[in-house]
């Protein structure tokens, strides 16, 4: 069975584990500490840097392919990489436009696929003309590197857009600007793709956004028409196809109103691995997005993407301000002694404010809006649970015996 | 969260792990060597033999509870950690009528339970008294540290019986017979409890045997009354009661006919452990036996045993007489090329034949004889070309490009 290097030590290599385990696979890991989330329950460990060469070529020896965590490996390691003969998913070429999003936005643009207004910003000049032109709805962003929000920005003002850009690009950071979408609401359309070419989609899912991060996800998503599901999901297949992408794609899309008052969706940005949108899928799915993605990067036939519930709801643990007092496995039991139908996944990692610590998935069998609701509702409390050690609705807990 | 100590290293350890990960547990193996089954996907592994109580000792260092994937750690040993404040789960007390076979015919014959006629063997004489009591229709059976039918026999005749039993007490292996039962099928009841004496049942299933190794399961058992249902169900959650079984619970039963002709169930044995009639609950089930397992032995409330498809079906791969010519890779990929809904486990064990190297299962949606007929076809074409590389049925694949 082929031996897949994952680059990175997070949640998302951790939960490839899970697969790997499962599916036969041996996981090589380069990590950054033996104690980091993946690290944890992982045996083939290369500690390292993703961002310096002899630590990248030490975890891949051996491997029949290589993929990643996140983003953030040099394009050049990458492109070494696959000189070297290895087997790098998704491949350098293709995950251009998932590090860079400028180069992202001009990609979508060229295949026609709907983006924001844009432009590239190198001078305070040209972020200024930028407000001008959308009428100071200006979104800003580092071009490389951003996360959960991080590299976003949304200046109040001409005055704060001059300050920010001046300030960003004396550190050097690249930078682009869009438009400031009027969200009706945020969707992610999933999809995995092989290098042969299979490719296999998910439903198209709801993600609720706070301060930039992905807070709970909602699959399918409620409401939606065929038709615009049809769309989302018709585009992440052609995005994966016609950018060569392997291994799990999610395109992060905006929910709108064209003039005429009509649903109409954007790109955001698109991530080329396990995405958090998808973590519903490890409940929720015939094929988690964890198992289709090992699948796809070694190149074997994906698996079914049938919902195994009408509705499933993800919600996000973000680590809450104050470390609560009582410990993880005391919280763990409240939950599931009120919710036993509530899946916690856990990543294992320190407590930090908005940190990503954990989620849980819920199933639904009552795909109704009062259903929904009521999904939605037992998740979040659940995960407030976990964060805060207090039940959200005043719950005081059954009395003993009962 | 609990650091839990696992005293075996194969699949069943393995998969416990997968289930660790996601609770964020920390599992700790005593693991025969590095490279079995659940060594290869842990970190915290203690190399050594669970016969020799300083590598017990050492394995159980620092654990919140200590479990196992096998009955056979020599009961003075449990008794002994026990005895050190250890959380030893299931406890030896419950522990012991899975280890030894007679006890455990005592013990279920004192709570009521339907069992076989039987009696001790410890002479031939008792060998063959207890042949002519039931008119030749014996099964003799090894007390303890049998397992895939190893320690069952059937003798063909009176004098197989004798020479058997004189070779085998010659041997000093403790003995028991029971009478062979007309068998019409088997099921299995699994629940679940917790040291704290919660209880959850999953629907009661029907496996299949074959040289007394369990080669399929079904979820539930086809057209099992409701009534039968119940009473199998009941009496698993009598046995985990009474017994204060802790962990994953199977009792296995045999269905046979009353004089009346009316279905008729009788114990067979117990195992105290996630067990492998319980595998469909991976994937037909919102909580498998591993996750339950690893909650029980923590004192953490169970989760929801609800399925989550019509059926499941689960067929073990077992090693054939010869390895196949192809990498494994390549037979799981042209099982999911036919079968794309086919969820394969593997274990990472070397091939030999008669071995279990993992399993497959499958979700069923039309639950009418033929759909149950159906998915069993698949799940066991599946089964069987990850085994020989070639189709039962002939399939020749599709043409390329279709
Ligand atoms: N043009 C825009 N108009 C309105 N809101 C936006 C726009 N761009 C980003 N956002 C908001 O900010 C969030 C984060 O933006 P983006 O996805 O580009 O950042 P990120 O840091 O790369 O996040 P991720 O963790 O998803 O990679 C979006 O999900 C959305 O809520
Ligand atoms: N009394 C009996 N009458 C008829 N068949 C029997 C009897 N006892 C055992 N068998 C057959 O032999 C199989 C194995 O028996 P048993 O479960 O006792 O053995 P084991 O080696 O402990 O197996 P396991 O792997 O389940 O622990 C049973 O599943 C059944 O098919
Ligand atoms: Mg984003
Ligand atoms: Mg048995």
Redesign the pocket.
Same mark, same amino acid.
């Given at each position: 069975m082929p031996i897949v290097t994952v680059i990175g030590d997070g949640q998302l290599a951790r939960m490839m584990q899970t697969e790997a385990i499962e599916l036969g696979q041996s996981i090589k890991l380069l990590a950054g500490s033996r104690d980091s989330s993946a690290a944890q329950v992982c045996h083939d460990i290369v500690i390292g840097d993703y961002r310096v060469w002899e630590d990248v070529e030490r975890a891949v020896q051996g491997a029949h392919a290589v993929t990643f965590d996140h983003e953030h490996v040099p394009t050049e390691f990458l492109n070494r990489l696959s000189g070297m003969g290895y087997s790098v998913q998704p491949q350098p070429a293709a995950l251009l436009y998932a590090q860079d999003?400028l180069l992202m936005r001009q990609r979508l643009e060229k295949m026609g696929a709907p983006v924001?207004e844009y432009s590239a910003i190198e001078s305070v000049e040209e972020a200024l003309a930028f407000h001008d032109r959308v009428d100071g %709805?200006v979104?800003l962003?580092a071009r490389r590197g951003?996360?959960? !929000? &991080? !590299?976003?920005w #949304?200046p109040g003002s001409r005055e704060d857009l001059r300050e920010l850009v001046s300030e960003l690009l004396g550190q050097s950071v690249p930078l682009m600007a869009?438009?400031?979408? %009027?969200?009706v609401r945020?969707l992610s359309a999933m999809c995995a793709r092989t290098p042969s070419g299979q490719v296999a989609a998910w439903p198209v899912l709801e993600?609720v956004?706070r301060d !930039?991060?992905?807070v709970e996800a909602i699959c399918p998503a409620p409401g939606l028409s065929d038709d615009l599901a049809a769309q989302a999901r018709d585009l992440s297949v052609k995005v994966a196809t016609e950018l060569g992408v392997t291994g799990a794609l999610a395109v992060?899309l #905006?929910e709108t109103t064209d003039e005429a008052g009509n649903p109409q969706i #954007?790109v955001?940005?698109l %991530?080329m691995r396990p &995405?958090?949108t998808g973590h519903w899928s490890q409940d929720g799915c015939e094929t988690s997005q964890f198992e289709q993605h090992l699948r796809a990067v070694a190149d074997l036939p994906l698996g079914s993407t049938r919902p195994t519930a009408p509705v499933t709801v993800m919600v996000n643990t973000l680590g809450g301000e104050e470390a609560p007092d009582s410990p993880i496995a005391y919280r763990f039991a409240e939950v599931w002694r009120r919710f036993p139908s509530v899946k916690i996944h856990w990543y294992g990692k320190e407590w930090r404010p908005g940190r990503k610590l954990g989620h849980v998935n819920l199933c639904g069998y009552d795909a109704t809006a009062e259903g929904i609701a009521e999904t939605r509702k037992i998740a979040n409390l659940a995960a407030e649970y976990i964060v805060n050690g207090k039940w959200a609705d005043g719950y005081v807990g059954k009395p003993e015996n009962s």
């Amino acid at each position: 069975m082929p031996i897949v290097t994952v680059i990175g030590d997070g949640q998302l290599a951790r939960m490839m584990q899970t697969e790997a385990i499962e599916l036969g696979q041996s996981i090589k890991l380069l990590a950054g500490s033996r104690d980091s989330s993946a690290a944890q329950v992982c045996h083939d460990i290369v500690i390292g840097d993703y961002r310096v060469w002899e630590d990248v070529e030490r975890a891949v020896q051996g491997a029949h392919a290589v993929t990643f965590d996140h983003e953030h490996v040099p394009t050049e390691f990458l492109n070494r990489l696959s000189g070297m003969g290895y087997s790098v998913q998704p491949q350098p070429a293709a995950l251009l436009y998932a590090q860079d999003k400028l180069l992202m936005r001009q990609r979508l643009e060229k295949m026609g696929a709907p983006v924001p207004e844009y432009s590239a910003i190198e001078s305070v000049e040209e972020a200024l003309a930028f407000h001008d032109r959308v009428d100071g %709805a200006v979104c800003l962003k580092a071009r490389r590197g951003g996360y959960d !929000g &991080h !590299g976003v920005w #949304f200046p109040g003002s001409r005055e704060d857009l001059r300050e920010l850009v001046s300030e960003l690009l004396g550190q050097s950071v690249p930078l682009m600007a869009e438009r400031k979408v %009027a969200l009706v609401r945020e969707l992610s359309a999933m999809c995995a793709r092989t290098p042969s070419g299979q490719v296999a989609a998910w439903p198209v899912l709801e993600s609720v956004q706070r301060d !930039g991060i992905c807070v709970e996800a909602i699959c399918p998503a409620p409401g939606l028409s065929d038709d615009l599901a049809a769309q989302a999901r018709d585009l992440s297949v052609k995005v994966a196809t016609e950018l060569g992408v392997t291994g799990a794609l999610a395109v992060e899309l #905006f929910e709108t109103t064209d003039e005429a008052g009509n649903p109409q969706i #954007f790109v955001n940005e698109l %991530a080329m691995r396990p &995405h958090n949108t998808g973590h519903w899928s490890q409940d929720g799915c015939e094929t988690s997005q964890f198992e289709q993605h090992l699948r796809a990067v070694a190149d074997l036939p994906l698996g079914s993407t049938r919902p195994t519930a009408p509705v499933t709801v993800m919600v996000n643990t973000l680590g809450g301000e104050e470390a609560p007092d009582s410990p993880i496995a005391y919280r763990f039991a409240e939950v599931w002694r009120r919710f036993p139908s509530v899946k916690i996944h856990w990543y294992g990692k320190e407590w930090r404010p908005g940190r990503k610590l954990g989620h849980v998935n819920l199933c639904g069998y009552d795909a109704t809006a009062e259903g929904i609701a009521e999904t939605r509702k037992i998740a979040n409390l659940a995960a407030e649970y976990i964060v805060n050690g207090k039940w959200a609705d005043g719950y005081v807990g059954k009395p003993e015996n009962s």
